[in-house]
Each structure stands twice: as structure tokens, then as C-alpha cells.
């Protein structure tokens, strides 16, 4: 039982850790925007949208930021082009497939489920599986060598035991 | 004596340790640059854009404007370019070599000061046939570039066949460069070959050259 306590904590620690970790980080960023005040639409339920993709595309230059969090000039024009195809009446899936079609599927910070990401998508559930298995395996194997017969002490075994029990500490 | 469950680890980190050293091997000295994205563009027709010359250019540099329109008709290369950008400067004297051997080349200006694009031009000299003036950085995003400079091979038809991100350093002439323009200047054969359902043939060429 404790084991699979210990199996749950592990597994729900990188649920719970992003939610903690800004708070109690000494190094966690500073909440300043890349977003500049002139890119902010009037609209706020069309910004609100507007931020919403900004965060799930790639910033191309930093590579790991999104365009949302990158002060990068790239970024900055991508957050103004995401605006203005909105405002031109795009829905979110067409502004993100216009920014898509010019540079690739790397732009999308989230991959797509295809074939060529196939692997990537597939291998975290089978490493699971295999881990589940392995610990399974492990735990039965134990409970087994746990659960074997307790075989009594011989007479000679008992005297030695005694025989040490009954010797002084040095000190 | 051991049992057969305790290879199992040591297989998986064989196996993993195989892997990343063949990765180490691939990205070391020389080796392919990671940071460098496919293009999405490859094969697909040039964007559309309409770009104005540079302004004020001086007598002696009178560089016309750029189309679309402008790239169809011959195989081309259209370069990226800017003042500001240190490694647009190091490449230049190979665009000037390419312009030499009679290539065509193009190229748009992104984000530049007109006065600094044409001191560029003055010292270095103009390998551009044209010149298109890209202030905002519309039209660069529409061909998906990131990174400066990036040069594009255009064919005859106006179809973007390679994309080279960052510059073309003077070995990449002879064995990338030449080669590639050789081969985008077979329309006839490469469009008979993508009507024959064999459009993956040209792509993964392209993309075996983009990784040596």
C-alpha cells in the first residue's frame, strides 16, 4: 500500500509542481509582458483570443518561448499579425493555420497528433506501461519471498543465539 | 547467476546510449545546426507581395523595385537581407561571386534604414538585380523566414525550391549552392516527374541537402 502511495505522489508531482513552483520560486520571471501596450486590441474578447494563440505559438527565434513571452522582433510582428488576421474576421483555427503554412508545424508549441509525431505522442504511455508492469512484477516478486514459510531455529542455532545475547557490551 | 529481467535495464540505457551518441555525432563541429527549422514553403509557389524600392538611392545605384511577378521566367535566388545584420555583411562577397557567375538574384530588405541599406550597397557592393523594401516584415514572414539572412532558390515557374537560413558560407558555393541551382533549372524533368505522383522524389532531395 505504502508503495503505491509513494507511485500515486510521484506521478501527480509534475501536476502539482506548476501550479506551486511561481509562487515559492526566488527565480521566477517577472510578471512584465512582451506584449507592448500599442499591440493591445479594443476589443477585449478579441485580445483575449489573441493572447490565447500567442501562447501556444513558437516564438521562431528564442525557440522556447511563445511568441506571447518573447521580446524578439519576430515575435512582436507575429503578435500583430495574429491581431489583425483576427480582426479581419479569421477564427482561431484559420489564424493559426495562416501562421502554420508559412512556417511548418514546429511554430505550434503543442505538435500535432500525425504520423511523423507518432513516436512522440506514443512513447510516454508505453514507458508507463512498462514502468507499471516493472513495479507490479517487483511488488508480487516481494510479497512472495514475504509471504514464505517461517523455518524455526535448530537447537544449535538457538545455543548460538543465546550464547551472543548473553555476552556483555564491551563498555 | 543472472536473470533475464536484470538485462532489461541494462539493454534500455545500451540502446539510449547508442542513440544520443549517434545525435552527439550528427550535431557536433561541422555536424547539422538543430536550431535550423524545414521550411514549410518548399515546393509551393513564392508568396505574393509588391515591394517598393529602396528610397533615395544615388545615381549610380538604381536598383528597381519587387514583385512576385518579377521571379517567374528564370531560376533566381531571392536573399533576405539587412544593413544591420553582421552575418548578411560576411556573406555578401559570396552573393557578389554568385552575381559574377551570372546568377540572378533579388533582394528583399528587411527592416532597414533606406540610408544604411544604400551605404551597405556602396561599400560592398550590389549583386541585387532588384530590390524590394520589406519595412513592416509582412512580406518576410510570408516566405516563413526567422532567422537573417536566408536565401531562397526560386525556379522558372516560381516555385521556392530550397530555403538556406543564415549565410551561405563561400565552401557552401560549389558543393550546395551551384548544384541546387542546376537542379531547379530542370523544370521540364521535375514537372514531369510530380505529374508522374512522384512529388516526394524532389522533396526529399531537398531535404537530404538541407541536413549535409
Keep these: ?171 | 547467476m543472472l536473470r533475464p529481467l536484470t538485462l532489461i535495464p541494462v539493454a534500455i540505457f545500451a540502446v539510449l546510449a547508442v542513440l544520443f551518441s549517434v545525435y552527439l555525432w550528427q550535431v557536433g563541429p561541422g555536424g547539422k545546426d538543430i536550431s535550423q527549422i524545414p521550411s514549410a514553403m518548399i515546393n509551393k509557389p513564392a508568396p505574393q507581395f509588391n515591394l517598393p524600392a529602396i528610397k533615395n538611392l544615388p545615381e549610380t545605384l538604381k536598383i528597381p523595385s519587387l514583385t512576385t511577378a518579377d521571379l517567374k521566367g528564370k531560376v533566381s535566388l531571392v536573399n533576405v537581407w539587412a544593413s544591420w545584420c553582421p552575418p548578411c555583411r560576411i556573406e555578401h562577397p559570396v552573393l557578389m561571386t554568385l552575381a559574377d557567375r551570372g546568377v540572378t538574384i533579388y533582394g528583399i530588405n528587411y527592416k532597414d534604414r533606406p540610408e544604411d541599406a544604400v551605404r551597405f550597397l556602396t561599400q560592398l557592393g550590389n549583386p541585387f538585380k532588384q530590390i524590394g523594401v520589406d519595412s513592416s516584415g509582412r512580406t518576410s514572414i510570408d516566405w516563413g523566414v526567422y532567422g537573417y539572412p536566408e536565401t531562397f532558390i526560386v525556379d522558372a515557374a516560381g516555385r521556392i525550391r530550397y530555403r538556406h537560413v543564415g549565410q551561405i558560407h563561400p565552401h557552401q558555393l560549389e558543393s550546395l549552392i551551384l548544384p541546387l541551382l542546376k537542379q531547379a533549372a530542370q523544370p521540364a524533368a521535375d514537372a514531369a516527374k510530380a505529374g508522374a505522383s512522384k512529388t516526394g522524389t524532389s522533396k526529399t532531395g531537398a531535404a537530404k541537402v538541407g541536413n549535409s
Design chain 1, 1 to 171: 500500500m505504502k508503495l503505491f502511495l509513494f507511485v500515486a505522489v510521484l506521478l501527480a508531482a509534475p501536476l502539482v509542481a506548476p501550479v506551486i513552483s511561481p509562487a515559492i520560486s526566488p527565480f521566477a520571471p517577472p510578471a512584465a509582458l512582451a506584449l507592448q501596450p500599442d499591440e493591445i486590441l479594443k476589443d477585449p474578447a478579441l485580445e483575449a483570443r489573441a493572447r490565447e494563440i500567442s501562447k501556444e505559438l513558437r516564438c521562431l527565434v528564442c525557440q522556447n518561448q511563445s511568441i506571447d513571452d518573447s521580446d524578439a522582433t519576430l515575435a512582436r510582428d507575429l503578435r500583430i499579425l495574429v491581431r489583425d488576421r483576427l480582426t479581419a474576421g479569421d477564427t482561431d483555427t484559420e489564424t493559426v493555420n495562416f501562421i502554420v503554412e508559412r512556417y511548418g508545424d514546429f511554430v505550434l508549441l503543442r505538435p500535432p497528433f500525425k504520423n511523423s509525431t507518432l513516436i512522440l505522442w506514443i512513447s510516454p504511455v508505453v514507458i508507463f506501461l512498462i514502468g507499471i508492469i516493472g513495479v507490479t512484477l517487483w511488488h508480487r516478486r516481494r510479497r512472495v519471498a514475504v509471504a514464505a514459510p517461517v523455518v524455526p531455529l535448530t537447537a544449535d542455532e538457538r545455543a548460538r543465539v543465546d550464547a551472543l545475547l548473553a555476552e556483555k557490551p564491551e563498555q
